[in-house]
């Protein structure tokens, strides 16, 4: 089997990842995540032919978003500067010996 290209992820994640997720959180109109923001996250990480990392991803930006919400009582708005800052980018590799 070919792996999952990066539009392909985009597809998935936004039309079967998030509405499981949302449902899993029990999360209706409080956090909303914009197609732009799930781009982000697809596009600002390397690349797997897998889905596991991006629902990983997903999954901490719903709850974070669910419990700032909960903290605020206000809808919150996931767009990608805010992915950028909630999720943590995976470490650059190192080129060389190690210590």
Not at 11 to 17: D, K, N, P, R
């Amino acid at each position: 089997l070919s792996a999952y290209g990066r539009e392909q992820q985009v597809e998935i994640g936004w039309s079967y990842l998030l509405p499981h997720l949302m449902m899993r959180f029990a999360v209706d109109d409080q956090v909303q995540i914009s197609l732009e923001a799930m781009t982000a996250l697809v596009v600002n990480y390397p690349h797997t032919g897998g889905l596991r990392q991006l629902e990983q991803r997903l999954a901490s930006v719903v709850a974070r978003g669910l419990r700032r919400h909960l903290e605020t009582r206000r809808p919150v708005r996931i767009d990608p500067d805010t992915v950028a800052a909630w999720v943590i980018p995976p470490p650059k590799p190192t080129i060389g010996f190690m210590r």
